[in-house]
């Protein structure tokens, strides 16, 4: 083993003191697994669908390393700048957008064929959807990636709120068509509206000036704006040893995902997203116990229907979401902190509100088109107005799901 | 310092999920056009290119 490597994985080797080199040690039973559980889902995928699957699947591999090194939290960059008034996260996410914007709407604007953006009709169902959604976030304790990563890590309590996001987005997609016979309008796509250059002047220009509200919130609480969110080298380790065991500064997880998102866009055709997969889990338990989902409008829908008919392995969401929850484990077992935040089970308040929040993800993420990843994120890279309306209403939702987190011995 | 999980149950949650996935792969029209069947209609790529949201939903405008 390498000086290196051994520094990374923890060597047993003795010192010349005498003591073992036990600094750091990464987990190497979780990491293994992880890399183990790659090796099975990925080589089913090969062997039995198709080889973009495959590379969608490692795709969701690095996101999840991505998301876990980079403690990418929307939720609790949404909070920290409600409760702390401190707005690096929030700017984190914002630049973020940017950047796919920057990448993916010229991608989009290109015409090739086969490929869609995430844009999505606005009218009263993502207005309700998205508010719900915000609520569900800081009850549940994370977004729809957030969920994916923490239970990939380990954590029991977002184990229990993905379970009940589950719940929530079929009974969502059961009550769906319901909420779109509501006045609404089709959706409205800046590339179609302004053009590729018009587009992303457009998005700039508002995450820009969210931009400036955050700064201005955060200078009025602090006198100053810390620029967290611009570090590019790592605080404590070195470069190496920071990539494979955390904690990335931010602009590595903003490169990683921005490009990965860019990356499931040309290999998928279709921008990347999360929480259709629980849907389609929920769905596929009701189906296996005898429920015909048949009966339900959005399960007639020809996307629904051929996700439903046939095996998780072929749908796009369901292999990422695996090799997401693959790679944070690997990222936690690196960082030996896998199912560190679970010590102390939840219970009691706490339960409630992962069950409570997960009902609100579930429900607000079908009604709102998507969660934090397939419509803010992925629909702001696409030029879709609706996402801007989701960003707004799941804020409100968020202001109010934090003023209720101490009703559920939750900190703030 | 003490282990904040239990390889076993690690392991025996990974296999439930390996489990669940195998059973639906397995009844599958992918896995039934794998092994010959070819008439098994199968759907590498899931989109409906009419849809008005990521969803599979339709457009308000062409709701009743």
Redesign the interface.
Same mark, same amino acid.
């Given at each position: 083993m390498s000086e290196v490597a051994a520094s990374i994985l923890g060597s047993t080797r003795p010192r010349s003191d005498g003591f073992r080199d036990d600094e750091f040690r990464s987990d190497r039973?979780?990491a293994g697994?992880a890399l183990a559980?790659m090796l @099975?889902?990925g080589g089913?995928v090969w062997l039995?669908?198709?080889p973009f699957?495959v590379a969608l699947f490692a795709v969701g591999v690095v996101l999840g390393v991505a998301l876990y090194h980079g403690a990418f939290g929307f939720t609790a960059g949404w909070r920290n700048l409600v409760t702390k008034r401190r707005g690096a996260g929030m700017r984190a996410q914002l630049l973020l957008f940017a950047l796919s914007s920057l990448i993916m709407i010229p991608l989009l604007g290109s015409g090739q064929p086969?490929m869609?953006g995430? @844009?999505? !009709?606005i009218?009263v169902s993502l207005v309700v959807g998205s508010f719900l959604f915000g609520i569900g976030m800081q009850l549940g304790g994370g977004c729809g990636s957030g969920t994916l990563f923490t239970v990939g890590a380990?954590n029991i309590r977002m184990l229990v709120t993905l379970l009940f996001f589950i719940v929530g987005a079929v009974v969502g997609?059961i009550h769906?068509p319901w909420w779109?016979?509501l006045p609404? @309008?089709?959706?409205i796509s800046l590339i179609d509206v302004a053009g590729v250059p018009g587009a992303i002047a457009i998005q700039w220009l508002g995450l820009a000036l969210v931009m400036l509200w955050v700064n201005r919130v955060e200078r009025r609480a602090h006198g100053e704006v810390q620029r967290g969110e611009l570090q590019c080298s790592p605080t404590e380790n070195g470069w190496w040893r920071t990539l494979l065991t955390g904690r990335w500064p931010f602009v590595w997880a903003i490169l990683v995902l921005a490009v990965g998102n860019a990356l499931t866009l040309a290999i998928g055709?279709? !921008?990347w997203?999360i929480t259709?997969a629980f849907?389609l889990w929920g769905a596929?338990a009701l189906q296996a116990v005898g429920v015909d989902m048949s009966q339900f409008e &959005?399960w007639t829908?020809?996307? !629904?229907a051929?996700?439903l008919?046939?095996? @998780?392995?072929?749908?796009?969401t369901s292999v990422m979401n695996?090799g997401l929850l693959l790679g944070a484990m690997w990222a936690a077992g690196m960082a030996n902190r896998?199912?560190?935040a679970? /010590?102390q089970r939840p219970q009691g308040r706490p339960f409630l509100a992962a069950v409570i929040g997960g009902l609100l993800l579930g429900y607000g993420a /079908?009604l709102g &088109?998507?969660c934090n990843i397939?419509a803010l994120f992925?629909g702001l890279a696409s030029g879709s107005l609706h996402a801007w309306v989701w960003f707004a209403c799941a804020f409100v939702g968020s202001l109010i799901g934090i003023r209720l987190r101490p009703m559920f011995r939750l900190a703030n | 310092m003490q282990a904040a999980y239990k390889r076993y149950r690690v392991i025996a949650f990974l296999l439930v999920v390996l489990m669940l996935v195998l059973a639906d792969h397995l009844a599958s029209p992918t896995f039934a056009f794998n092994m010959g069947d070819g008439r098994a209609q199968t759907a590498l790529n899931q989109r409906d290119a009419s849809a008005c949201a990521p969803c599979g939903a339709p457009c308000p405008s062409t709701r009743k």
């Open positions: 039973f979780i697994l559980g @099975v889902v089913l039995e669908t198709a699957l086969g869609v995430a @844009v999505a !009709p009218g380990g997609s769906l779109l016979d609404a @309008v089709d959706p055709g279709a !921008p997203g259709f849907n596929k &959005f829908w020809d996307y !629904p051929m996700a008919s046939d095996s @998780v392995l072929v749908n796009i695996f896998f199912n560190e679970s /010590r /079908r &088109f998507g397939g992925s | -």
